[in-house]
């Protein structure tokens, strides 16, 4: 991967893009366009077999000018320096755009944990706090689950973090109900998808009930958001995971679905469809397409066979900028990831508020103040599109960083 088409460069286009719309001055944009501080790290563990594992780990803090850097930690092969640095610029503008304290951080390993036992992945785990904790903190820098990590391993974080400092609950979100976590944060980012998908829909005259949808990816996300979707009437005619991808052209039946997947760990040979190339998945004919796995599938190569009428970004930078000026050309409007995918990161905030405060919410509470939220981003950013005459994504990153340079100036950076 070169420089020039980097992920962190390809988030930058659309900062400098908007920066310029706003006359942002040269030295207030570089400051937003690069990370305030990068951990690279070694980390290693014995493995069962007696043998010594070694890989490194990210520690990405973007921009804390309206709160404590926020952002997940993923685990994944392909995990490297640019990935981390796009992904903690979009968790900067994802949080201003949805308006919670929050700067942007992101974190990773390079690492296929399908590889690991349960002990090595849990000593994984506690090597990688250790090694940055001096960066975290619940005034500093909060993480949360992303690809491949889920509340044990948030669990994990959280207690090797207190083994030095205390008890500290709000040094991580995404964490189990026992140990501080909030209702409703599982499945916050799938419900988030949804709800964001059903505006879009109905602004852009699709009817949701009877809508054909397809979802790549069939993760924490993409299992949450089918089953919302399914609920409030939408087909889901195809699915994909890493493992493979299926179809049915008369909707898939999502209960079966799920619990295929929890008995199989994956969609493929989910008896209820056909098995289809994944690849392909994403031209298939459809209402509504949601990318909800990793980033950069949409891309120019791909773009002139993308054949739906809406497209959600579920996933941290799916579409590339040139692909996306292809769809929108060809007047397929596209909601962008800060804000179809903030849902997640709007109720680790309501987490992190709740374990400061010792005082806990109940699920409906959470479901409310979550909806309420999302819709005023959603609202505001579709009042900035008219306003404006613009596309979605450059009505939020107006937003996002008229907000963030407004920290900034009185801040006095």
Not at 69 to 89: C, F
Not at 286 to 303: E, F, R
Not at 306 to 318: D, F, R, S, V
């Amino acid at each position: 991967m070169t420089a020039k088409h980097s992920a962190f460069a390809e988030v930058n286009t659309y900062v400098r893009r908007v920066a310029k719309r706003l006359q942002i001055p040269d030295a207030y944009l570089n400051i937003m366009l690069n990370p305030y501080r990068e951990l690279r790290v070694q980390v290693m563990i014995h493995r069962d077999d007696g043998s010594i594992f070694e890989t490194f780990g990210y520690r990405i803090q973007h921009n804390a000018a309206r709160g404590p850097y926020k952002g997940g930690i993923r685990y994944h092969p392909d995990v490297n320096e640019d990935e981390v640095r796009a992904l903690a610029s979009l968790m900067t503008w994802k949080n201003a755009l949805v308006d919670i304290p929050f700067g942007g951080a992101k974190g990773g390993i390079t690492v296929d944990p399908r590889q690991l036992s349960p002990r090595e992945l849990q000593d994984l785990t506690r090597s990688f706090t250790r090694k940055i904790d001096m960066a975290l903190g619940p005034y500093r820098d909060v993480p949360a689950p992303d690809v491949n990590t889920n509340a044990e391993v948030m669990g994990w974080i959280m207690d090797e973090y207190g083994r030095r400092h205390g008890h500290t609950p709000a040094v991580v979100t995404g964490k189990p109900l026992a140990l501080g976590g909030s209702k409703g944060r599982q499945a916050a980012t799938g419900r988030g998808v949804s709800l964001v998908t059903q505006w879009a829909a109905n602004d852009n005259g699709i009817d949701v009930p009877g809508a054909r949808i397809v979802l790549q990816g069939f993760g924490n996300v993409g299992t949450y958001a089918a089953e919302f979707l399914m609920q409030a009437g939408a087909k889901i005619i195809a699915v994909s995971d890493v493992d493979g991808a299926i179809y049915a052209k008369d909707g898939l039946d999502i209960p079966a679905l799920l619990a295929w997947v929890r008995e199989h760990r994956t969609v493929k040979g989910f008896p209820g469809a056909e098995p289809i190339d994944g690849a392909k998945l994403l031209t298939i004919p459809c209402d509504i397409l949601i990318p909800a796995a990793m980033g950069g599938v949409i891309t120019m190569a791909n773009a002139a066979q993308i054949q739906t009428k809406l497209l959600i970004e579920g996933a941290n930078h799916p579409v590339t900028p040139d692909a996306a000026a292809a769809l929108e050309q060809r007047g397929i409007p596209i909601i962008p990831d800060i804000l179809a995918n903030a849902g997640g990161v709007t109720v680790s905030y309501f987490e992190w508020t709740q374990n400061l405060q010792q005082f806990f919410w109940s699920e409906a509470e959470v479901n409310q103040r979550l909806g309420e939220r999302l819709e005023t981003a959603y609202r505001t950013m579709s009042e900035t599109v008219v306003e404006s005459q613009c596309t979605y994504r450059e009505a939020a990153y107006l937003i996002a960083l008229r907000r963030v340079w407004e920290a900034m100036q009185l801040r006095g950076i």
